[in-house]
């Protein structure tokens, strides 16, 4: 089984990331998609404070539909949560499945100072798909910190069709904290926001 991976803080999850996984199912390019909250994520350690992991995965339960679902490796295995590892995880423990880990095109353009960042892409297989207000990186541009085999592997697994989302979780928070709730509405699904609403999150960062 092909298995869309979908690493992140999801702090919170919005509609973007609910949109490009209904996409890669309902386009059959994956048979699964998996939401995989990190536990402590290497590039936020010692910086801004993010929300629990239990509410950021309940909110998670919250968006899944038919093909979706959640993995909590990452608290299990503890620890910082380098996608080498958990990839190298999951292909282990379920050598029968294809995994793809699922990238917006910002972190492609830093995929090079990710942890083990070569032998990474040689491994396994990254769909990068375009953020709304964002250029996609040009071989040209990925050159220079990819030898060449990597480039033309991670040119060929951008999502080119994939529809555009132009929802941040940056930008969410920000509008939260501000109590700029009115505009958020159609960037969450509701019940993630009413979850936000009930549990007085980011209102006090």
């Known amino acids: 089984m092909k298995i869309a991976v979908f690493g992140g803080t999801f702090d919170p999850v919005h509609n973007g990331h609910l949109g490009m996984a209904r996409y890669l199912l309902r386009s059959r390019i994956v048979e ?17 404070k ?7 995965r309940n909110m998670l339960s919250l968006i899944l539909e038919d093909g979706m679902e959640i ?50 892409v040689e491994r396994f297989t990254f ?15 990925l050159g220079e910190h990819w030898q060449e085999n990597a480039v033309v592997k991670l040119t ?3 999502l080119h069709t994939a529809p ?19 505009t958020i509405g159609n960037l969450l699904p509701a019940a993630v926001l009413n979850y936000i609403k009930q549990n007085q999150l980011y209102t006090g960062e």
């Open 50 to 56: 993010i929300q629990s992991y239990e509410h950021r």
């Open 156 to 158: 060929g697994q951008i």
């Open 164 to 182: 555009l989302f132009p929802e941040s979780s940056t930008e969410i928070r920000r509008k939260l904290q501000t109590g700029d709730i009115a």
């Open 71 to 120: 993995s909590d490796l990452e608290k299990q295995r503890g620890g910082i949560s380098y996608t080498f590892d958990t990839l190298s995880f999951l292909t282990q423990e379920r050598p029968e499945d294809e995994f793809c880990w699922v990238i917006g095109s910002d972190s492609l353009r830093q995929l090079h100072t990710w942890y083990r960042a070569e032998e990474l």
């Open 32 to 48: 699964k998609a998996c939401f995989l909250p990190a536990y402590l994520p290497p590039h936020k350690a010692g910086k801004k």
């Open 127 to 141: 769909l990068t798909y375009p953020r709304g207000g964002e250029t996609l990186p040009t071989a040209v541009e």
